[in-house]
């Protein structure tokens, strides 16, 4: 069983920063593409970051391009956001997916909720 | 920068037919996911590669596109269909701004 767990959310000062961790399972981890996807209370989807299989492609939207980091460890089945220089406007519940090649977002965590707030 | 543009809602009776729009410059030329969402829980993957169904997602559940608009079709919408839907542009990753379906 796919199994997507995310983890590291919480309550953050603007300027600070916080990692987000993903802990997958139930599938070989390194042969998927992996992607966060945030969203805002009461809002929408928003694609954050994806990750290539090996780390060596990394693409971000453009408001957190230069803030946040996607990263990986194909060791231990871990993805990773770190992000820096948090602002009130990157509140929401962050969640870890799986991208099944050019088929969608098949798989989905239960969400991290972060927080950035004075 | 590239945009999807989705209806706010969209209402339909039990047994219906609910269609729900997806729009965006050439979304055509790319493939379209969508996504149902129940309040309080995950995306769940229902439509990929513009009309394929994952394994799961029953099959009043259908897709096109063409030109600039892609469309999620429910035939016989039942109440455990009402949710908010996401179209996602797969080349660009950009979700529309999602689309709650009422069944009454």
């Known amino acids: 069983e796919v199994q997507l767990v995310e983890s590291g959310g919480g309550l953050v000062h603007p300027g600070g920063s916080l990692r987000l961790s993903c802990a997958a399972s139930?599938?070989?981890?390194?042969?998927?593409?992996m992607g966060w996807v945030r969203q805002a209370p009461g809002q929408g989807l928003q694609w954050v970051a994806n990750?290539?299989?090996?780390?060596?492609?990394?693409y971000y939207v453009g408001s957190v391009r230069g803030r946040f980091t996607i990263s990986r460890d194909n060791t231990k089945n871990l993805v990773y956001l770190q992000m820096d220089s948090l602002r009130a406007g990157d509140t929401a519940v962050y969640y870890c997916?799986?991208?099944?090649?050019?088929?969608?977002?098949?798989?989905w965590g239960q969400g991290t909720l972060v927080t950035v707030s004075s | 920068s590239y945009e999807v543009t989705q209806p706010p809602s969209v209402s339909v009776s039990p047994g219906q037919t609910a269609s729900i729009t997806c729009s965006g410059d050439?979304?055509?030329?790319?493939?379209v996911c969508w996504y149902q969402q129940k309040p309080g829980q995950s995306p769940v993957l229902v439509m990929y590669?513009?009309?394929n169904r994952p394994s799961g997602i029953p099959d009043r559940f259908s897709g096109s596109n063409s030109g600039n608009t892609a469309t999620l079709t429910i035939s016989g919408t039942q109440t455990m269909d009402e949710a908010d839907y996401y179209c996602?542009?797969?080349?660009?990753?950009?979700f529309g701004g999602g689309t709650k379906l009422t069944v009454l």
């Open positions: 997916a799986r991208e099944n090649g050019s088929s969608g977002y098949d798989y």
């Open positions: 139930g599938f070989t981890f390194s042969s998927s593409w």
């Open positions: 990750i290539k299989r090996d780390g060596t492609e990394k």
């Open positions: 050439k979304l055509g030329d790319t493939f």
């Open positions: 590669q513009n009309n």
């Open positions: 996602q542009a797969w080349d660009t990753k950009i």
